[in-house]
């Protein structure tokens, strides 16, 4: 079974400063993918970024970033230079195995609060 | 059409009815999953279509809840004998098979009275 755990419910910040959303995840698969999604108030689940468990090089989508520490089975999201409109419920997400489709694991989410 | 659809966006129904919610996915992709999501939660999954056929429906919680794709294309999930416990948001996605990301809809809000 895959798992995965967002221990920050909330988290706070001020425009323009980076921030961290912490993701650790657990699975038997040797074979597996992490993604990072965004909430925003209406509802819909937008993807941010990848990061496939062989790749060699952490992930990066213009302002967000992944640091994939696969020894610790974390898999953390950072937002450079936060913007007002990256207030949102973030999730971290798992589809363990070898191909490219299948379920995602979800985690319970943290809500980013960007401060002006 | 330009992204995923789903219909209706809200719904609420009285406890012991039937209800069909549907989701039109992006032209072409072949995987459709259906989530589940219930207040301050991350979404759960319930089902996955690769084409016609469910090939995973591991997460479906009993047998009141069943989704059809029979054309590869829209799905149903299809709720029976509603219950309090079923209202939640549900979500629909899809993918281009061989492609990493999912493509969400905006949801139905299904309210069990």
């Known amino acids: 079974a895959q798992k995965i755990t967002q221990t920050q419910p909330g988290m706070f910040v001020q425009e323009k400063e980076a921030v961290t959303l912490d993701c650790t995840y657990d699975?038997?698969?040797?074979?597996?993918?992490l993604f990072w999604y965004k909430q925003p108030s209406s509802g819909e689940m937008i993807f941010l970024i990848y990061?496939?468990?062989?790749?060699?090089q952490n992930a990066t989508e213009g302002r967000y970033s992944l640091n994939f520490q696969k020894a610790r089975k974390s898999a953390n999201l950072v937002i450079s230079a936060s913007q007002l409109g990256d207030s949102a419920m973030y999730f971290c997400?798992?589809?363990?195995?070898?191909?490219?489709?299948?379920?995602?694991?979800f985690g319970q989410g943290t809500i980013l609060t960007v401060h002006p | 059409g330009a992204g995923v659809s789903q219909t209706p966006s809200n719904k609420v129904t009285e406890k012991g009815k039937y209800v069909e919610l549907r989701c039109d996915p992006i032209?072409?992709?072949?995987?459709l999953y259906w989530y589940r999501q219930s207040l301050g939660q991350g979404p759960e999954f319930l089902i996955y279509?690769?084409?016609?056929?469910?090939?995973?429906d591991s997460g479906l919680p009993n047998d009141r809840f069943f989704a059809v794709r029979p054309e590869g294309s829209v799905s149903t999930l299809k709720i029976q004998r509603t219950e309090r416990g079923d209202s939640a948001v549900y979500l629909c996605?899809?993918?281009?098979?061989?492609?990493?990301?999912?493509?969400f809809g905006q949801g139905t809000r299904l309210t069990v009275v």
């Open positions: 279509f690769q084409g016609t056929g469910a090939a995973d």
């Open positions: 032209s072409g992709h072949t995987a």
């Open positions: 699975t038997s698969d040797p074979s597996y993918g």
């Open positions: 996605a899809s993918s281009l098979k061989g492609n990493t990301e999912a493509f």
């Open positions: 990061q496939g468990s062989y790749d060699q």
């Open positions: 997400a798992m589809r363990a195995g070898g191909t490219s489709y299948g379920k995602l694991t």
